[in-house]
């Protein structure tokens, strides 16, 4: 059996007992307050609304990291002007102060001292917030507040039902404002939170309600002076309860139902009763608030743990002595609340008789008056903070895990039956063994309780056990009930006691504890008439005595001691003992004559000695009788007669007139008088005649006695016998009354058991329904079967992939195809059954669809394999997925194989994984060597490099890509080398790993190219400074040569034009033209050489406006060309106008220049809009260019047709195709011979190429 007894010591060292009606140990409000994640901005906001003066104490308790240092203390200073301080051992709790739980240990309150204890180790929840709010609620009872802030679980929770028990008030954050709801939420939905607030507003209530009278009492004060006269409020307040829950609060002890009634009074913040019982009248709700505070359910699991070891050890031994043949045990667990109590003996008799082998029958009745609890016990779901209740192996073994906390297992819960009972009132159970009726009690009155003890003293059995609770004993029960552990309140029922069912009486004024006497209502005239008649009886009403049927003496009336004469010894009541003997004889014949003739028998003139004389009584017998009494009773009344004087020694009774008088017929009144003889001396005649009639009167007297005593003796008999039949029928009535009670309890317990079948029915239709939903829309194949593989139960899938139906119910699945290779279900499910272990198999369709066979075994409550449940999960497209990945791997090994470069594959720490076999090649390393190894490690640490450290680090902290690290070393085995190192991030999304895959390429051989290749470009843009400083040189000093030349030879031409003959006149065109395409080349080299050297000035421009203006400049050219030049719509673009004009004036003259002779010229500009780019089009009906020159056209000097066809310097295209590429474009053509040519050139709509190419140009430029 599971010991806790160590685990428990600390989860429940401080418990309160429920409205225990202690005071508290300190006289001003203390305030709990626990949190855990998100606590530190709800405890800031809190504590931002306190003021510095409430006269309370705030403990904050937050759940830390054991081996960390907490900044609560310095964090929370900065936030409130109460002084705050981490709590330490022994420190006294002050008002208007601020103390926090310090790391690794716990926190409680005793006396008013704050008590440190060493965490223990955790063997599930850590629940600190608990433990101190349990221990508040034991110290400070009413004066206790609880509050719950964010966090996550579900600590709290019992803290808070406990301080509410208790008598103090409780708050929760509004989940809505908390970081983390779970914490709050829990205690919400325990019912044991009274404001649910945002940690501001909880503040401020907090100090509203510290100002109420319900905290702020005196010690010593009663509850009663907060109630001084205002009994008719209180009285209106318990008929509202009685009326709301059919029970009369009356019966209970008054100060328990006033601390209620004030802590309800002080939440709501109303000052008097009188207020409250207003509202409470027309608020429902309220009541049903009210109600359940009075109904004080607050329980937990083995509560008390040392009368549980009491139990044990004392109780549950002689249950287990019993044969396993005889009764169940039944237990009684009364005011049971939400279940824990019943639970928790059930575990522990379970865990005593799980030895014992066969075991009896477990009946547990669990009771309760309230209906909620009730459905929580029946429910049996439980918050995850009863880990500090229940051992970790208790919870293993009957509880299981649900979202909400813990669920008690249904083997458990079908020991207990919950019923809603009252005890004070309802028909008991019977044949009980054990009851557990703790802390019930001390919430009634003693009237009740002397009513409650014999009731339950009754339902046990012989030798039963009865459990109190801490604050309870039997009182003066102890005639029924032994102590057999007087601590822990466990006795045991005496032999013999309560045969006998105690009366049921109905609640009555005389059951009140409550002395004060009703206030007396105005006299009626029937109590006048009655007063006068006490009067007038006291006074005339003759002496007297009211006998029963035995002649024994019920009343006393008049004044009857004058007639009555007790004898000496033994005393009685007894008619006949009372009186004379003279009397005794006449007024047994008077009695037995009234009974036997039922009238009333008077007797006059009997005389009586009395000392020295005679008196004379008259005596009167009448019956009286009451409606539907049958017991005689007889009413003898006393008089007193004529004097009779002294006593004479003649003077004699005529008994014989007596005797007559007895023979006599029956008649309303019979009257005898005794007769006295004259005065006169008698003679001696009449003195033998009186001695005769004395002789005669004797023997009729003895004939008389002699028939009395036979007419006794046969009275004796018959009494015998009626005392043995009387005896008989009052066993019989007994039994009868015993049969009675105990069909009564039959009827009782069928009656709850009835319930509880009708609320399990109602499950079990339920879970009918929800399994039939649950088969009927899940998405999936599943079939349940029987041991015999029956189908059972089939899903709505089933149909399609399996091909079954509602039809094959009950059919066997054996031998039967259900359309699938691989593993058969019958041979799994009979693996499974053998086994008691689900199994997995993947079986494929004829259609060639993968799904997953998964069987478990169909477990009954008893663990009895019963069946199976087999389910078909599609697993096609994973199948195909792992497939494609498999060939996906195997491609990528083969790519890594394949690459020529060197490649790894790294883990997370830079560990080699996979090596292609080009780097076990170029650098000559084993295998088995690189495998495993760090990167740094391999060739004598060539690798270990900072900056390469420091990317690879960069790369697994997120880094996309290392792209061209270039390394240089003395490698062992291929000497200095220069590699290129690639890496890139891999990721497996599903299991998390990260691994680098790291590409060397040697490109020593490619950087001694490239470094020659950056040599000769130095050297090619020196020369290429020095040609266009020697262009420009060049320009400049041959234009004036040339432009000498070109104007004498002119001059020359002009004088001597009509002198020169023949050839001169030729040579001197020669000359002429010569020169000036000397000229017009120089100038077209040096455009070209500034356009190439000098930037750009980019702004943004309208294409169709530059158009015109490169017409405009070639306007002569057109018109005595004849030529016609259109212009569509152009875009706007960001270049630089006077290139852009260049470039279409020189494009536009082309198309001018060479025209075909057989039509006339037509010159297009148009305009196309392409993704990134604008495409500027010029189209004419030229002559065209042959495709093998429309490449070479657009080098310098090149030219498609001869100068002396068609004159120009072959720089044109080129110039043009320059200022396209300067401005991030390109230039084109097409071209057909006979049709004519088209020239493309692009401009980009981004302009940041164009951008990057302004300067400020060193010379001004000419748009020659």
Not at 267 to 288: F, I, N, T
Not at 724 to 737: A, D, G, H, I, V
Not at 959 to 978: K, L, P
Request: with cysteine; proline share 5%.
């Amino acid at each position: 059996m599971p010991d806790q007894t160590n685990y428990e010591a600390t989860a429940v060292a401080a418990v309160a007992q429920p409205d225990s009606g202690a005071y508290p140990a300190l006289d001003f409000p203390v305030v709990g307050v626990g949190s855990s994640a998100g606590g530190l901005a709800a405890f800031t906001k809190f504590l931002a609304g306190i003021p510095d003066a409430t006269g309370m104490a705030f403990v904050l308790v937050q759940h830390l990291a054991a081996q960390h240092e907490s900044q609560l203390v310095q964090l929370l200073t900065k936030e409130t002007r109460l002084p705050v301080s981490e709590a330490s051992d022994g420190m006294a709790v002050e008002p208007n102060h601020v103390y926090i739980i310090p790391p690794n240990a716990d926190l409680a309150l005793t006396q008013g001292i704050l008590r440190l204890t060493p965490r223990p180790a955790a063997h599930g929840l850590h629940l600190s917030i608990d433990f101190f709010l349990r221990s508040l609620a034991r110290d400070c009872t009413s004066r206790a507040i609880g509050v719950v802030l964010s966090g996550t679980g579900s600590d709290g929770t019992l803290g808070l039902a406990e301080i509410k028990a208790a008598g103090g008030i409780t708050f929760a954050q509004e989940p809505a404002s908390a970081e983390s709801a779970e914490m709050p939420a829990s205690a919400i939905a325990a019912g044991g939170v009274d404001f649910v607030l945002t940690p501001a507003e909880i503040a401020k209530e907090i100090v509203a309600i510290s100002h109420h009278a319900y905290l702020r009492r005196k010690p010593d004060s009663h509850d009663a002076e907060l109630f001084p006269t205002d009994q008719v409020s209180y009285a209106a307040t318990l008929a509202v309860l009685k009326n709301a829950s059919h029970i009369d609060f009356t019966l209970y002890r008054d100060t328990t139902i006033k601390r209620r009634i004030l802590r309800r009074m002080a939440v709501r913040g109303v000052p008097s009763l009188a207020d409250y019982a207003q509202q409470l009248a027309g608020d429902a709700a309220e009541v049903k608030v009210l109600l359940k505070d009075v109904l004080i359910n607050v329980t937990s699991f083995f509560r008390d743990r040392v009368v549980f070891d009491a139990v044990r050890t004392l109780v549950f031994p002689n249950l287990a002595k019993e044969p396993a043949d005889e009764a169940p045990i039944r237990i009684w667990v009364v005011a049971c609340s939400t279940g824990q109590e019943a639970y928790s003996l059930a575990i522990e008799l379970i865990e005593h008789l799980e030895h014992q082998s066969p075991r009896r029958a477990l009946h547990i009745f669990a009771t309760d008056i309230s209906e909620s609890s009730l459905n929580t016990a029946r429910a049996g779901v439980y918050p995850a903070s009863i880990e500090a209740e229940v051992s970790p192996e208790r919870l293993r073994r009957h509880f299981s895990r649900v979202p909400e906390g813990y669920r008690v297992n249904k083997s458990l819960r079908d020991l207990c039956v919950f019923a809603k009972h009252d005890v004070t009132a309802d028909t008991p159970f019977s044949k009980i063994d054990v009851i557990s009726c703790r802390n019930v009690l001390i919430y009634l009155t003693p009237t009740l309780q002397a009513r409650v003890i014999p009731t339950l003293c009754y339902t046990l059995n012989s030798g039963g056990f009865l459990i109190l609770g801490s604050s309870e004993t039997i009182g003066r029960s102890s005639d029924m009930f032994e102590a057999i552990d007087a601590k822990n309140r466990v006795y045991k029922k005496k032999a013999g006691a309560c045969r006998v069912h105690p009366p049921m009486f109905a609640t009555s004024p005389q059951l009140s504890d409550d002395p004060t006497p009703a206030k007396p209502g105005p006299p009626s005239l029937v109590d006048l008439q009655r007063a006068a008649d006490r009067i007038v009886m006291s006074r005339y009403a003759p002496a007297g005595v009211l006998v029963d049927g035995d002649l024994n003496i019920l009343q006393f009336r008049g004044k009857a001691a004058d007639f009555l004469d007790p004898a000496q010894g033994q005393a009685s009541l007894n008619l006949l003992k009372m009186v004379s003997h003279g009397l005794a004889q006449e007024l047994a014949r008077a009695i037995d004559e009234a009974k036997k003739q039922h009238v009333t028998v008077r007797r006059t003139g009997v005389r009586v000695r009395d000392g020295q004389r005679l008196r004379a009584i008259d005596v009167e017998i009448s019956q009286v009788r009451l409606p539907g009494s049958t017991e005689p009773v007889m009413l003898i009344l006393f008089e007193e007669g004529s004097p009779a004087g002294p006593l004479a020694h003649h003077e004699v009774r005529n008994e014989e007139a007596r005797s007559e008088d007895l023979g006599s017929e029956s008649r309303p009144a019979v009257r005898s008088d005794s007769v006295s003889t004259s005065n006169s001396t008698p003679d001696a005649e009449d003195f033998a005649q009186l001695k005769r009639e004395l002789a005669a009167a004797n023997d009729y007297l003895q004939s008389l006695i002699e028939e009395n005593n036979t007419i006794n003796d046969e009275l004796r008999y018959a009494h015998d016998d009626t005392m043995s039949s009387n005896e008989e029928l009052r066993c019989n009535n007994e039994e009868y009354q015993t049969a009675k009670e105990e069909v009564e309890s039959a009827n009782e317990e069928l009656a709850t058991l009835n319930e509880e079948l009708r609320n399990r029915n109602l499950e079990l239709t339920q879970l009918s329904n929800d399994l039939t939903n649950l088969l009927v829309g899940i998405d999936l194949p599943v079939m349940m079967l029987d041991g015999d593989l029956r189908l059972r139960r089939i899903s709505g899938p089933t149909v399609d992939v399996l091909h079954l139906s509602a039809t094959d119910l009950g059919r066997q699945i054996r031998g039967l195809d259900l359309g699938f290779s691989g593993a058969s279900l019958d041979q799994t499910a009979d693996e499974v059954m053998r086994s008691r272990a689900s199994k997995g198999v993947e079986v494929r369709n004829h259609n060639g669809r993968w799904y997953a066979l998964r069987v478990t075994p169909y477990r009954t409550e008893g663990d009895v394999i019963a069946g199976v449940v087999a389910t078909y999960i599609d697993i096609d497209v994973v199948k195909r997925s792992q497939e494609s990945l498999r060939l996906s791997g195997d491609a990528a090994k083969a790519i890594v194989e394949t690459v020529r470069d060197p490649l790894l594959v790294l883990d997370a720490e830079l560990r080699v994984q996979t090596a292609n076999r080009a780097f076990i090649r170029v650098f000559g390393l084993p295998q088995e060597i690189i495998l495993g190894q760090h990167l740094y490690g391999l060739g004598d640490n060539a690798w270990d490099i900072p900056e390469l450290r420091r990317l690879l680090d960069d790369i697994l902290n997120g880094s996309a890509a290392m792209d061209g690290f270039e390394v240089t070393h003395d490698f062992a085995r291929i000497g200095r080398r220069t590699m290129l190192l690639n890496a890139r991030l891999l990721e497996n999304g599903a299991k998390g790993a990260r691994m680098i895959v790291l590409a060397i390429a040697d490109i020593t051989e490619e950087k001694h190219i490239t470094d020659a290749l950056k040599s000769t470009s130095r050297e090619l843009q020196r020369s290429n400074a020095e040609l266009t400083q020697f262009a420009s040189i060049a320009s400049h000093d041959l234009q004036e040569p040339l432009r000498t030349i070109r104007s004498f030879a002119t001059l020359l031409q002009e004088r001597l034009g009509d002198k020169l003959v023949g050839k001169d006149q030729e040579f001197m065109a020669y000359v002429v033209n010569g020169a000036k395409r000397m000229q017009d080349m120089v100038t077209a080299i040096l455009y070209y050489s500034q356009v190439g050297n000098q930037g750009i000035r980019a702004t943004a421009i309208d294409l169709t406006m530059i158009a015109h203006t490169a017409i405009a400049n070639l306007e002569n050219k057109i018109a005595k060309a004849q030529a016609s030049v259109t212009v569509e719509h152009l875009p706007l673009v960001t270049a630089d106008p006077l290139l852009i004009t260049q470039l279409l004036q020189n494009l536009v003259s082309n198309g001018v220049k060479f025209r075909s002779k057989d039509r006339p010229s037509v010159v297009a500009i148009s305009a196309r809009e392409e993704a990134d780019e604008w495409v500027i089009v010029v189209a004419d009906n030229g002559i065209g260019i042959r495709s093998q020159d429309t490449v070479r056209i657009f080098t310098l000097f090149q030219r498609a047709h001869s100068a002396a066809e068609y004159p120009g310097t072959g720089i044109g295209l080129a110039t043009c195709k320059k200022i396209a590429e300067r401005h991030g474009g390109r230039l084109w053509l097409e071209s057909e011979i006979g049709v004519g040519t088209t020239v493309f050139f692009s401009l980009p709509k981004v302009t940041s190429v164009v951008a990057a190419a302004i300067e400020t140009p060193t010379e001004p430029r000419s748009a020659t």
